[in-house]
């Protein structure tokens, strides 16, 4: 089963976004809000837990508990009632809505999801940028408000990672700037687990539980990745490519890079070389 923010990142570096209206609100203590039990929301939201608490209750059954550390994603469709504390709530609120994309992916961000935020002034400075973005009409601010929000959108998955992963994060972190930064050389699961001082048994499995891959599956993916955008420059050697990217048979190399990419990695070159070729 994968990991809530894989997923999610995935089918939101995938699924088009359009972005609406940016908010700051505070909802009055012991308040029942209701205007979404008879008509369903209209769209998607990023709901941030800024002070206070408040049940958000949706579809009369699935309760979240909102308070400072607490995100909700998505929510679109869905008759919506809000029970505030008796210290009332106060949150920030991001509309969107998926505008194409595959239809399992479309459907899985409207869904709700709850995110693990711990308050952090990063994330509170990138929703200010949004809300100033937001109130000024011309193209440039609208631009950059949807670019807001996909850095909104990839910290808070960042943050959520880290805070349901305490105990791996450090090691993790580390063992993937090692792999980006040696990816050319030999790299087992043996080696990457002795530099942590761990069996590579548990270490793939903390691994898994902050990435969402295997440590190797992880590595294979960065070198096809670095292989891409070589073969993308164009002008070099499919053999060349593959030895740079850690592998010295050109053969076992051109399966791996078929298996991931969908294409042979001299399909690949050539395609690049066309497109350049092609011009305007």
């Known amino acids: 089963m994968a990991i809530v923010q894989e997923e999610l990142a995935q089918h939101f570096a995938q699924v088009p976004l359009d972005v609406f209206g940016v908010y700051r609100t505070f909802l009055n203590p012991d308040w029942v809000y209701d205007g979404h039990v008879m008509q369903p929301t209209a769209k998607c939201a990023v709901i941030l837990s800024l002070s206070g608490s408040a049940d958000f209750v949706f579809d009369g059954e699935d309760r979240y508990r909102l308070e400072p550390g607490v995100v909700l994603l998505g929510g679109f469709n869905k008759r919506l009632s809000i029970e505030v504390g008796p210290e009332g709530f106060e949150y920030g609120l991001v509309h969107f809505l998926p505008s194409g994309g595959e239809e399992a992916a479309v459907r899985r961000l409207c869904e709700v999801s709850e995110l693990h ?164």
């Open 117 to 280: 935020v711990p308050p952090d002034p990063e994330i509170a400075e990138l929703h200010k940028q949004l809300l100033h973005a937001s109130s000024s009409p011309d193209s440039m601010s609208l631009l950059e408000k949807k670019s807001l929000f996909y850095r909104l959108l990839n910290q808070l998955l960042l943050a959520d990672r880290v805070s349901r992963n305490k105990t791996s994060y450090t090691v993790v972190d580390e063992s993937i700037q090692y792999i980006q930064k040696h990816y050319m050389e030999p790299i087992t699961l043996e080696k990457l687990a002795g530099r942590c001082r761990m069996k590579p048994k548990y270490f793939s499995y903390l691994f898994r539980k902050y990435v969402g891959l295997a440590p190797i599956d992880y590595l294979i993916q960065y070198r096809m990745n670095r292989a891409s955008e070589l073969l993308l420059q164009g002008g070099f050697p499919v053999a060349s490519v593959a030895r740079s990217v850690g592998y010295s048979d050109p053969y076992y190399f051109s399966r791996l890079f078929k298996k991931h990419k969908g294409m042979s990695p001299g399909k690949a070159g050539q395609e690049a070389a066309g497109d350049w070729a092609a011009g305007p």
